[in-house]
């Protein structure tokens, strides 16, 4: 299958299985029928939830499983069950809650938004999954620092990423954020703060995305000095 091609019709719970195994991305023992069905609950939650609360726009809710599933579930290539998590802007919980339920990894989701986090909360009891929710302005997060992943998709620049996320990040620790057709220039602009070591990859949600991939995170240039 061809992501970047038209899409004919919304993907099915069966597809979106299908796809993260045949990519390689996630394994069948890790994505069990049992996984599955608590994103289904997820699913079911976030339609009811929707008149109530914008949480994603109308358009995607129709094509949910690539929309916001697959798009965020790609991300669990790199990361595993013993990793601890941090998603900045966690809104609908894309990527992070996602990735709670599919890894099993600890993940804080930061989202300023009360009524989101009130849904965030509902569908974390809902699944079981290993999540917390950190309510209120990232720059005053007052979780630990010390996290082997932060993730966001859909928040702000990547410059703007990146200092939210530096502070909260162990020394070996990386970045994993998505990103769409301006990525480019994004890092262009982000390389003038920042070093940093940078894998881009494909998006496999067919939106013309890019997953950044960064480590070994420094501020400032050196070589200008």
Avoid at 25 to 54: C, G, K, M
Avoid at 78 to 105: E, M, N, Q, Y
Avoid at 130 to 149: K, M, Q, Y
Wanted: glycine content about 8%.
């Amino acid at each position: 299958m061809n992501s970047s091609a038209p899409v004919d019709s919304p993907m099915t719970p069966d597809e979106f299985g299908r796809h993260l195994h045949t990519a390689g991305h996630v394994s069948r023992e890790t994505l069990s029928p049992e996984t599955v069905d608590r994103l289904t609950v997820y699913a079911d939650t976030l339609r009811a939830w929707q008149p109530r609360i914008n949480l994603v726009s109308n358009k995607s809710l129709d094509d949910l499983w690539r929309r916001h599933f697959l798009d965020s579930a790609q991300l669990a290539r790199w990361i595993a069950c013993d990793h601890r998590v941090l998603d900045l802007g966690s809104g609908a919980g894309f990527p992070g809650l996602v990735l709670a339920i599919v890894t099993g990894a600890s993940v804080v989701l930061a989202e300023s938004d009360a009524r989101k986090c009130a849904f965030l909360r509902e569908v974390r009891r809902l699944t079981d999954a290993p999540a917390e929710v950190a309510e209120g302005r990232i720059e005053n997060l007052e979780t630990a620092s010390g996290f082997d992943v932060v993730t966001a998709r859909a928040l702000t620049t990547l410059s703007g990423l990146l200092d939210h996320a530096a502070p909260h990040l162990k020394s070996d620790g990386f970045c994993l954020f998505s990103k769409g057709a301006r990525a480019r220039n994004e890092l262009t602009d982000a390389k003038k703060v920042w070093n940093m070591k940078v894998n881009s990859y494909q998006s496999l949600s067919g939106s013309g995305g890019t997953v950044l991939q960064i480590g070994n995170l420094t501020r400032g240039r050196p070589h200008d000095y």
